[in-house]
């Protein structure tokens, strides 16, 4: 079985004159914490929903465990064990965590259209939904409207539900963004509790997670890899030090200028 879990081959997405990832290829190890990083505008985004299957690439491939999904539709990835963090706004405002969960795990199994059912008939679903709960440190939060939770809790939950889809390979989007600095240490815990066993690619602005996080880095400027390595190599590395000191944006700024 091979080391590749999740291969992108020379993707390029152009949007009319504008190419926003330009022949970038990236390789994410099974069980990796590798962290995809690069200034405001270098392409994260776009790469990440060409991963996903919410954009088209113009050229290249993506592979999952060695199946070719260039061209599979997002559930479709989702099925085959590739999934992304629910955005916040995703989430079921009036439904409660536990029912968020039930719902998610009995869709995943198979049971969807009765899964009202499944928080008193199915002792399977309930017992996983349980256990997410106390892994995402939820539970004394389970029986509340999600749109009272607290936000780091929102974030939590966003979390719980990816990983009640049972992936092989977790996008985990901008995990900490917006969350207020009480609330980030429980959040930054369960992110490095996930289980070893999931590979995970990691969107995130905050330096801090990413270097207590990764065990390898890509970076990406203009829409383009700058370079890959461990932390190590990444903190000392003098190109990624001018693009995040600003030597990098001026070109940025002069290309959108152009564009």
């Known amino acids: 079985m091979s080391d590749i879990v999740l291969s992108a081959r020379g993707l390029v997405k152009r949007f009319g004159g504008i190419t926003a990832t330009d022949n970038v290829t990236l390789d994410l190890r099974r069980g990796a914490r590798h962290a995809l990083i690069g200034p405001n505008g270098a392409g994260k985004t776009t790469l990440i929903n060409l991963l996903t299957g919410v954009l088209d690439p113009t050229e290249g491939s993506i592979t999952?465990?060695?199946?070719?999904?260039?061209h599979l539709a997002p559930h479709q990835r989702v099925r085959r064990g590739m999934v992304r963090t629910f955005q916040i706004n995703q989430l079921f405002n009036?439904?409660?965590?536990?029912?968020?969960?039930?719902?998610?795990?009995?869709?995943?199994?198979?049971?969807?259209?009765?899964?009202?059912?499944?928080?008193?008939?199915?002792?399977?679903?309930?017992?996983?939904?349980?256990?997410?709960?106390?892994?995402?440190?939820?539970?004394?939060?389970?029986?509340?409207?999600?749109?009272?939770?607290?936000?780091?809790?929102?974030?939590?939950?966003?979390?719980?539900?990816?990983?009640?889809?049972?992936?092989?390979?977790?996008?985990?989007?901008?995990?900490?963004?917006?969350?207020?600095?009480?609330?980030?240490?429980?959040?930054?815990?369960?992110?490095?509790d996930l289980p070893a066993d999931v590979s995970v690619l990691l969107i995130e602005h905050d330096m801090d997670?990413?270097?207590?996080?990764?065990?390898?880095?890509?970076?990406?400027?203009?829409?383009?890899?700058?370079?890959?390595?461990?932390?190590?190599?990444?903190?000392?590395?003098?190109?990624?030090?001018?693009v995040y000191l600003g030597h990098g944006d001026a070109h940025g700024d002069a290309e959108v200028a152009h564009g």
């Open 64 to 70: 999952l465990e060695g199946a070719d999904i260039t």
């Open 94 to 192: 009036s439904m409660t965590p536990l029912e968020t969960l039930a719902l998610v795990v009995s869709q995943h199994r198979g049971l969807g259209a009765r899964w009202w059912q499944a928080l008193g008939a199915s002792k399977d679903v309930t017992d996983r939904s349980e256990q997410l709960l106390e892994q995402f440190r939820l539970a004394e939060v389970a029986d509340q409207r999600t749109e009272h939770l607290a936000y780091g809790k929102r974030r939590l939950l966003e979390i719980a539900i990816a990983l009640a889809c049972e992936p092989r390979v977790l996008l985990l989007d901008e995990p900490v963004a917006g969350v207020p600095a009480g609330e980030r240490e429980e959040l930054l815990q369960t992110v490095a």
């Open 209 to 242: 997670l990413v270097f207590s996080f990764a065990d390898r880095m890509t970076v990406l400027v203009n829409g383009a890899v700058l370079t890959e390595g461990n932390p190590e190599e990444i903190a000392n590395d003098p190109q990624v030090k001018a």
